[in-house]
């Protein structure tokens, strides 16, 4: 089964600190996503890659930057942590739009 | 811009009794739509996806969906449903350029 694998479960950083979350999968998919999940909200896309250097804003970009230099692997960067960025991030790949996204577990962030 | 909008944020019914999710979407072209479900604690599981031929579309765990295009719906159903049933279930959008758009999320709830 596909694997999409996220650097840490959990992380407490502290406001000003540059942040940098890791995404990596194993099935050569093409398409790499980073959203952010708070209770009401639902899944928020920041950005997404649809190929190796290659990166789209999301719905919520501002504040992130992001890097996929090689094809498994999609990093979130957060410039200048601040508290509103304290959330649930999750990463997912998928193959093709046509089809299913496979998720990683998330990684839990607090800014403080 | 293509959006989901999932209009029920919490929805509570007996065990047994069947169920309606609803989502309706925008997308300028024809959509690739899908179904997740997330239980506590746990990652986001696909439940059923559309993207060509038939409109009434089957999934896991009993639930259907049924693909309207003059009503850019995408309801989920279950004829009877089940305590484990109770998760929070999101409706996402895609299509050729790869951007995958979330709904906000209906929790379900289950009464014995």
């Known amino acids: 089964d596909v694997k999409v694998t996220q650097s840490s479960r959990y992380l407490v950083k502290r406001t000003g600190e540059k942040v940098f979350l890791e995404c990596v999968q194993d099935m050569d998919h093409e398409n790499m996503f980073w959203y952010r999940q708070d209770p009401g909200l639902g899944l928020r896309l920041i950005y997404f890659s649809y190929d190796v250097k290659m990166k789209e804003k999301g719905d919520i970009p501002e504040g992130y930057s992001v890097s996929r230099e090689k094809k498994e692997r999609f990093s979130l960067i957060l410039e200048s942590a601040s508290t509103n960025q304290t959330s649930m991030y999750l990463c997912?790949?998928?193959?093709?739009?046509?089809?299913?996204?496979?998720f990683g577990q998330g990684t839990r962030l607090t800014v403080v | 811009a293509q959006s989901v909008t999932q209009p029920d944020i919490h929805i509570t019914v007996s065990e047994g009794a069947s169920l309606e999710l609803r989502c309706n979407y925008s997308y300028g072209a024809t959509p690739y739509l899908f179904w997740y479900v997330q239980s506590p604690g746990q990652g986001l599981q696909l439940l059923l996806k559309y993207f060509s031929g038939d409109t009434l579309v089957q999934g896991i765990k009993g639930f259907e969906a049924e693909f309207k295009r003059s009503q850019s719906s995408f309801n989920l159903r279950k004829p009877s449903v089940h305590w484990s049933d109770a998760a929070e279930y999101f409706c996402?959008?895609?299509?050729?350029?790869?951007?995958?758009?979330f709904g906000t999320g209906t929790r379900l709830q289950v009464t014995l």
């Open positions: 996402a959008v895609t299509g050729t350029a790869s951007k995958l758009t």
């Open positions: 997912a790949s998928s193959l093709s739009g046509s089809e299913r996204a496979f």
